[in-house]
Antibody, heavy 116, light 107 residues
Framework: EVQLVESGGGLVQPGGSLRLSCAASGFTFNTYWMTWVRQAPGQGLEWVAN????????NYVDSVKGRFTISRDNGKNSLYLQMNSLRGEDTAVYFCARGTYQNRHWGQGTLVTVSS | DIQMTQSPSSLSASVGDRVTITCHAS??????LNWYQQKAGIAPKLLIY???KLETGVPSRFTGSGSGTDFTFTISSLQPEDFATYYCQQYHNLPRTFGGGTKVESK
């Protein structure tokens, strides 16, 4: 069974940093692109970033470019999102998902709150 | 970036009703469109991909159509478990972009 479990969310002050993790199991992690999607409270879905199977290609939505870094460790079956210079508008539930064209499997999400 | 415009943003319907949601892309995305269902507090679930292909295990009352810039998602006979928010998403270009969502509520 495919499982994706996010962790690392929490309360952080504006300008601060946070690193999200996504632990994957039940599939061959190094053969799939992986994606981060976020959802602000009461709002819609926003695609954030994705990363190729071997980590050689990374893509970001403009609003996080230069502040967020997606990475993966295929030896640990884990996906990461390093978030720096956090802003209030980054407050959201962050989901990791498998795939780049279709996201058939998602984690349960981890809440990031940026507030002083 | 490709803008995805979904309408309506919400609708009220009864069990057994036919429900239709539209999604307009700001440029030609051929058939590179997904539809997702999301229930409150839960991760989205893929229902339709390639604009009209039904994901495995998804009931046949859900259908999708369209190509180019205009797409339609239909629930032929609304069931109690279908009250949720639905999103279209294009995967023609990066960044992938979602429509604003359509909340289907009970009348």
């Amino acid at each position: 069974e495919v499982q994706l479990v996010e962790s690392g969310g929490g309360l952080v002050q504006p300008g601060g940093s946070l690193r999200l993790s996504c632990a994957a199991s039940g599939f061959t992690f190094n053969t799939y692109w992986m994606t981060w999607v976020r959802q602000a409270p009461g709002q819609g879905l926003e695609w954030v970033a994705n990363i190729k199977e071997d980590g050689s290609e990374k893509n970001y939505v403009d609003s996080v470019k230069g502040r967020f870094t997606i990475s993966r460790d295929n030896g640990k079956n884990s996906l990461y999102l390093q978030m720096n210079s956090l802003r209030g508008e980054d407050t959201a539930v962050y989901f990791c998902a498998r795939g780049t064209y279709q996201n058939r499997h998602w984690g349960q999400g981890t809440l990031v709150t940026v507030s002083s | 970036d490709i803008q995805m415009t979904q309408s309506p943003s919400s609708l009220s319907a009864s069990v057994g009703d036919r429900v239709t949601i539209t999604c307009h892309a700001s440029q030609d995305i051929t058939k590179h469109l997904n539809w997702y269902q999301q229930k409150a507090g839960i991760a989205p679930k893929l229902l339709i991909y390639d604009a009209s292909k039904l994901e495995t295990g998804v009931p046949s009352r859900f259908t999708g159509s369209g190509s180019g810039t205009d797409f339609t998602f239909t629930i032929s006979s609304l069931q109690p478990e279908d009250f949720a928010t639905y999103y279209c998403q294009q995967y023609h270009n990066l960044p992938r972009t979602f429509g604003g969502g359509t909340k289907v509520e009970s009348k």
